[in-house]
């Protein structure tokens, strides 16, 4: 199976550029090689359109029309199938802010249920709920600054500011968790190892980054289930990703048998069926599939963005709908995809609520020291 993937929405490490609010990734594929086989397809388009290469950005709605009969033509000649991945720029701020904050493996004054457990989930809403515009771009900035002493002033302040707000959340143990956890931070700010040690490993905490983890996952499921291998990965090629994007790559492909089980009820990661390939890195314009997909990713992401979309257009989603996936990191994300797990909890017998009573109470009793010192 052969894999072409290209992304848009790209700022860096900008996380809170309006006109941007979300990174997309794309990914087709199919079972021949679309840069041997489909340029004898698309070189009479380009001739028609007389454009060296198509670019949907370029050509627009107008343009496109022109070709999306002969688009669909190839989706069926060559058996594509697109998946699409999105992230939350704004949200992925939170979230890194979350798991280096409240993980209980660096803060000891969270309770070990509330981390690793999909109890992290409800409680990360809930900070989310304390948090604006403002303090979020202040915990960003202190996220990826390798200025160490700068950091961390930016950190207790965001801290404080939240501790500030704590009262606004309804439910005291949430309430009591996260003081607790935002107060041995700001007591302990040396300990957290909160911001990177250079500019060059924050990239490996950008959105592109994680989102590029979301498409290697959605490759090895697609293998996993076509059981196959994968024949080619081609990623465009632009300078400043591409070596962490190998990086992650040829990491999960040397960690295909290692068991990496997170917590009780969290999923598992699975890497077994990751591509056993490195990917290469291509420039779009010697690529026929990275061509195609950027076309793929400017039609989905107009219509999930609720942008204009000529009707001519319409038939390259439908034509995805039982082929293709979709996968978004966000705060609504997760709310819906653990909303229905809690809902869906059977409940627990008096012989469950005893022992969690117990396990909570030792939990508590090692904690607490933490929170007292």
């Known amino acids: 199976m052969y894999f072409y993937i290209d992304e848009s ?31 004898q397809d698309l070189k009479p388009l380009r001739k028609r359109l007389g454009v060296e290469r198509l670019h949907a950005a370029d050509l627009g709605n107008g343009r496109l029309v022109e070709i999306a009969q002969e688009i669909n033509k190839i989706k069926k000649k060559y058996g594509l199938g697109f998946d699409l991945y999105r992230v939350a720029k704004a949200d992925h701020a939170l979230i890194s802010f979350f798991d280096q904050v409240f993980d209980q493996g660096m803060n000891p004054a969270v309770p070990w249920n509330a981390y690793w457990t999909p109890l992290r989930y409800v409680l990360l809403i809930k900070v989310a709920y304390l948090f604006d515009e403002k303090t979020l771009k202040m915990a960003w900035d202190a996220r990826i600054s390798a200025n160490d002493q700068k950091a961390q002033k930016l950190l207790i302040e965001v801290c404080e500011t939240i501790l500030e707000r704590v009262s606004d959340i309804p439910d005291a143990r949430s309430q009591e968790i996260i003081t607790d956890g935002l107060s041995w931070v700001v007591s302990n700010v040396d300990a957290i190892s909160y911001n990177v040690d250079t ?58 048998d290692v068991p990496w089980a997170i917590g009780p009820g969290l999923p598992e990661m699975n890497l077994t069926h990751m591509p056993t390939i490195p990917i290469t890195c291509t420039a779009g314009t010697d690529s026929v599939g990275l061509e195609l997909v950027d076309i793929y990713i400017w039609v989905f992401k107009r219509h999930m ?69």
């Open 199 to 256: 500019k060059k490993d924050a990239l490996q905490i950008s959105p592109n980054l994680v989102g590029f983890q979301s498409v290697m996952h959605g490759i090895a499921s697609r293998l996993g289930k076509a059981k196959t291998k994968a024949s080619k990965v081609i990623v465009d090629r632009q300078s400043q990703f591409n070596a962490a994007q190998e990086y992650i790559a040829n990491f999960y492909h040397e960690a295909r």
């Open 9 to 39: 929405g790209h700022t860096g490490l900008n996380l809170f550029d309006e006109s941007q609010p979300f990174l997309y990734y794309g990914v087709l594929r199919s079972k021949l090689n679309l840069d041997l086989l489909a340029e």
């Open 305 to 373: 963005e609720n942008k204009s979309l000529a009707n001519e257009l319409a038939p390259i989603i439908n034509g995805q709908l039982h082929r293709g996936s979709y996968d978004e990191i966000s705060i609504n994300a997760l709310m819906n995809r653990w909303g229905e797990w809690f809902q869906d909890l059977p409940e627990p017998s008096k012989g469950d609520l005893e022992k969690a009573k117990k396990m909570i109470h030792e939990q508590e009793l090692a904690r607490k020291q933490h929170v007292q010192n």
